[in-house]
């Protein structure tokens, strides 16, 4: 019963984690994770865990998701890149908070998956868009929010250019096995993070640490 299990997944994996936003609740409530969820492990689609959905893509843990979007701080208004959106489920749960959502994938057959995804879930307000990773959609911005659920080893600093003035960047700094989910928001030429919770995912590929020489 994939409803009671939505339902259990949000008041024990979500309300519990200190995620209060009545919006951002909804949202997971009525966003049916299993259909963005591999037919083989379809049986996860609740679980207190991370998913692989395709190689180099990972759909995180409930619990990890709603406390980045909540340090997103999503408006009504805001327009947001959600970069590596992989088969779409972080993209329909951002949709129902900001004016626009934007996803990027790197090719073609990745984005077709995702848009038909988000169809069926009748998400009419974003679209997944074919591109390098590392070079954004700067034609789509500037930003309000740009959501990359992922981990990184620190941010790809041209990210930050389309970011709209207050703009907040969300991801996953992590050194090792150790992570730290991160908001960073522009002000003017200059950024500032700050610190939201600890947690640790998979490196999002391409952006992997460099190996280190050991004596």
Not at 99 to 126: C, H, K, Q, W
Not at 140 to 162: K, T
């Amino acid at each position: 019963d994939f409803s009671a299990a939505r339902a259990s997944m949000v008041e024990s994996q979500i309300r519990t984690s200190d995620v209060t936003d009545l919006d951002i609740l909804g949202a997971f409530r009525r966003t049916a994770r299993e259909t963005f969820v591999p037919t083989a492990r379809i049986a996860l689609s609740y679980a207190d865990c991370q998913v692989e959905t395709d190689e180099g893509r990972t759909m995180l843990s409930p619990r990890d998701l709603s406390k980045m979007i909540q340090a997103a701080d999503i408006g009504p208004q805001d327009v947001v890149l959600d970069i590596a959106c992989g088969r779409g489920y972080s993209t329909a749960i951002l949709a129902q908070l900001a004016d626009t959502v934007v996803g990027l994938e790197t090719d073609e057959a990745a984005v077709a998956r995702a848009t038909e995804l988000l169809v069926d879930a009748d998400i009419a307000n974003a679209a997944v868009v074919q591109g390098d990773l590392k070079s954004g959609a700067a034609e789509h911005g500037p930003f309000d929010v740009i959501f990359i659920s992922a981990a990184l080893p620190s941010v790809h600093r041209p990210w930050f250019s389309q970011l709209a003035n207050g703009g907040r960047l969300v991801c996953i700094i992590q050194s090792g096995p150790v992570g730290r989910a991160t908001v960073f928001t522009k002000s003017g030429d200059a950024v500032g993070e700050s610190v939201a919770f600890d947690t640790s995912a998979p490196f999002l590929p391409g952006f992997e640490p460099e190996a280190a020489f050991v004596f």
